[in-house]
């Protein structure tokens, strides 16, 4: 099986290293490996001294989705396997995709559990990011279970559902994989064969309050597919438009208070309309 590696980095030299070291240390060679340079100021360029078979591009920043987008389009193996610079593979990693998928050739995509490590220590991953595999759509609702570094996707099926989407600043993987997951079986091998670093103020969960706010942008656009359970989603954007509302009233934000108190009202009708 040949693999596409694709490294997204924004101004993260240092660990972007880490990466690249256990890319290189996989079991089971990738095909090529793709690093995007999101417009970073430091000496992430330099990178390429180190590992001259990796291909390197530089684009303005764009955001993360934007430079993913582009290492998919620069890629030529019909697997993609996608890392973000912060995380790191366990030896392993991709030998496992290979045995899963020979093992379910009907499967275009599959992810695997991880491992936290938070300051320097290794936590326990709460019960929300508990894993699943199968016909996971529901499961994938609340949050996202599901790490960029975790998975392996063939390009046949980015081609049915798409890309990442570039307008959204932050959850474009819990959008994607919501758009995979409605339509589409995603097998689990249910091994920590990834590690999460965080920490780090840069980290994109660290820059964002409320993520729900971003959720359910992706949410609403499930509503546009045919294939997509309604009730579901609309069960799930009632619940985080309340969530969003008692938060908007803690800290003040009255007029986004008026707009989420508007989309409660708009999809409990749309709810009432439905089960009529």
């Keep these: 099986m040949q693999i596409s590696v694709v490294i997204p980095t924004y101004n993260r030299y240092e660990v972007l290293q880490r990466a690249l070291v256990s890319v290189y240390a996989q079991s089971h060679m990738p095909s090529e490996v793709i690093i995007i340079d999101d417009g970073s100021s430091d000496n992430t360029s330099e990178i390429q001294k180190q590992f001259p078979h990796a291909k390197y591009y530089y684009q303005q920043n764009a955001g993360v989705s934007s430079a993913r987008n582009l290492g998919i389009k620069n890629s030529t193996c019909q697997w993609i396997a996608f890392l973000d ?16 998928h020979k093992n379910n050739p009907n499967l275009l995509m599959s992810y695997t559990d991880e ?38 996707i063939h390009k046949d099926l980015l ?12 959850c474009e993987d819990y959008d994607l994989w919501l758009r995979v997951a409605c339509g589409n079986s995603i097998g689990l091998i249910d091994e920590k064969l990834i ?3 965080g920490g780090s103020d ?10 729900d706010r971003f959720r359910v942008l992706a949410l609403e656009k499930l509503l546009e597919l ?11 954007l009632l619940h985080k438009y309340k969530l969003l509302s008692k938060g908007a009233l803690k800290y003040n934000k009255f007029l986004d208070l008026e707009v989420y108190n508007q989309k409660i009202t708009f999809y ?7 089960v009529e």
């Design 85 to 100: 610079s912060d995380d790191s593979w366990h030896v392993e990693k991709l030998a496992r995709h290979v045995e899963f």
């Design 159 to 170: 081609e049915k559902v798409g890309l990442f989407d570039e307008t959204l600043e932050v």
């Design 226 to 236: 045919k294939i997509v359970d309604k009730n579901l989603v609309i069960e799930t």
């Design 268 to 274: 409990k009708e749309l709810k009432e309309m439905r």
């Design 195 to 197: 590690t999460k670093y």
């Design 115 to 152: 491992q936290w490590i938070r300051d320097g220590v290794e936590v326990k991953l709460p019960k929300k990011f508990h894993k699943y595999g199968g016909s996971i759509f529901a499961e994938c609702l609340s949050h996202n279970i599901i790490a960029p570094s975790a998975t392996l």
């Design 202 to 211: 840069e980290q994109l969960s660290a820059k964002y309050w409320g993520m």
